[in-house]
């Protein structure tokens, strides 16, 4: 019983190392990417992952080895897994309107063509009005 | 055991914390400091949650929660304010053809 018990401290205190790597790993893309996509990227995604195994972590031991099973835990591990791919998202769209120039070797760019097809089609209408005739 | 396992975590998240910070002082565009600022916010919260465990207490779980909404809506407040910042200038624009 004693052995089970370190062994799960253990693997308890592995788990959050291991998202605590995870959160230096998004340090590293943040400082090394090229570019403010790839960036925000780096930082939304791995972030995420590794705040989560934190919290994950946090969360088994207080529910395993103190007896507490903290709601308030839960709540802030939903919070987050949600609202981080708004925020990246919401970011990198503010990037993207305000002109900031993707890499130099990207691609590829779809969001460029449909923000011009909405401009020359009229930017009174939200969506260009399908298989009209008259815009042809 | 779990303590020295603890500590090390909370070096590793320091660690990405300084890293966050040097974006943030060199980023090219202000994109690039709103993306760090809520990779810094986010890793504070992973540090309160290590400090919860180190301590034992549940005491800073409401930390937490509270820097989890403070960084989102940051986030989003920049973001919006940069994105509706060029949208209103457009809008001017209309108005004034």
């Known amino acids: 019983m004693e052995t089970m018990s370190k062994l799960g401290e253990l693997s308890i205190a592995l788990l959050i190392l291991i998202g605590a790597l995870f959160c230096a790993l998004s340090a590293f893309g943040l400082i090394r990417l090229p570019d403010v996509y790839l960036r925000s ?6 972030a995420t992952l590794g705040v989560l195994c934190v919290l994950a972590g946090v969360f ?10 903290s709601v308030k835990l839960l709540l802030g591990i939903a ?11 919401l970011n990198g769209r503010a990037a993207y309107r305000q002109g900031v120039p993707l890499w130099d070797k990207s691609v590829r760019d779809d969001l460029q063509s449909a923000l011009t097809e909405e401009t020359q089609t009229g930017t009174q209408t939200l969506r260009p009005p ?3 005739p008259e815009s042809k | 055991m779990i303590d020295h396992l603890l500590t090390a975590s909370l070096a590793v998240l320091s660690l990405a ?5 040097y974006r943030l002082l060199k980023g090219p565009s202000m994109a690039d400091r709103i ?14 949650a290590v400090l919860c465990l180190l301590f034992r207490t549940q005491a800073y779980i409401d930390t937490i929660l509270v820097i989890g909404i403070l960084t989102f809506i940051g986030t989003t407040a920049f973001a919006r304010y940069i994105e509706r910042g060029v949208v ?5 624009d209309e108005q004034a053809r």
């Open chain 1, 41 to 46: 990227h780096a930082a939304t995604k791995s």
């Open chain 1, 60 to 69: 088994l031991y207080f529910m395993f080895f103190l007896d507490q099973v």
């Open chain 1, 79 to 89: 919070f987050v897994f949600v609202t981080s791919p708004i925020a990246g998202h």
């Open chain 1, 130 to 132: 399908p298989n009209e």
């Open chain 2, 17 to 21: 914390v300084l890293g966050c910070l």
């Open chain 2, 35 to 48: 993306a760090s600022l809520d990779a810094i916010g986010i890793n504070l919260l992973a540090v309160v």
């Open chain 2, 88 to 92: 209103l200038e457009d809008g001017d």
